[in-house]
Nanobody, 125 residues
Framework: QVELAEFGGGLVQAGGSLRLTCTDS????????MAWFRQAPGKEREFVAA????????SYRESVKGRFTISRDNAKNTVYLQMNSLKPEDTAVYIC??????????????????WGRGTQVTVSS
C-alpha cells in the first residue's frame, strides 16, 4: 500500500526558496520512481520533476530547470523538492506521485498511479 503525504508548502516572496517533503508511510520506498506535479487554479495538472528509484536519474520540466532539485532518501522513505528562485507562476498545489518502476529511469508522467493530496505553495510578487 502506497500512502503519500506532502509537507512544506507555504507562502514565500518571489526569489525565495522552499523545500517540499513527501513521505511514503505505506510500503517499501526503494522500488518506486517518485515525482512532483503541480496544479494551479483553473489550470491542468502539470509535471514538475521526477527521480528514479536509485536517485541516479532525474527529469524536470523546462521552466524549473536550474531552480528546482528533486532528491530522495530511501532509508527515510522520503522525496524532496528544493525550490529556489521562486516565481509567482510557480504558485500551485504541489502533489507527490509514485509509480513502481524498478528499472533505472523515470516513467512518463501519465504512468503514475499513486498520488498524495497536495500542499499549497504560494509565491507573492
Amino acid at each position: 500500500q502506497v500512502e503519500l503525504a506532502e509537507f512544506g508548502g507555504g507562502l514565500v516572496q518571489a526569489g525565495g526558496s522552499l523545500r517540499l517533503t513527501c513521505t511514503d508511510s505505506g510500503r517499501t520506498f526503494t522500488n518506486n520512481a517518485m515525482a512532483w506535479f503541480r496544479q494551479a487554479p483553473g489550470k491542468e495538472r502539470e509535471f514538475v520533476a521526477a527521480v528514479s528509484w536509485s536517485g541516479g536519474t532525474t527529469s524536470y520540466r523546462e521552466s524549473v530547470k536550474g531552480r528546482f532539485t528533486i532528491s530522495r532518501d530511501n532509508a527515510k522513505n522520503t522525496v524532496y523538492l528544493q525550490m529556489n528562485s521562486l516565481k509567482p507562476e510557480d504558485t500551485a498545489v504541489y502533489i507527490c506521485a509514485a509509480e513502481e518502476w524498478i528499472v533505472e529511469g523515470v516513467p512518463a508522467p501519465y504512468e503514475y498511479d499513486y498520488w498524495g493530496r497536495g500542499t499549497q505553495v504560494t509565491v507573492s510578487s
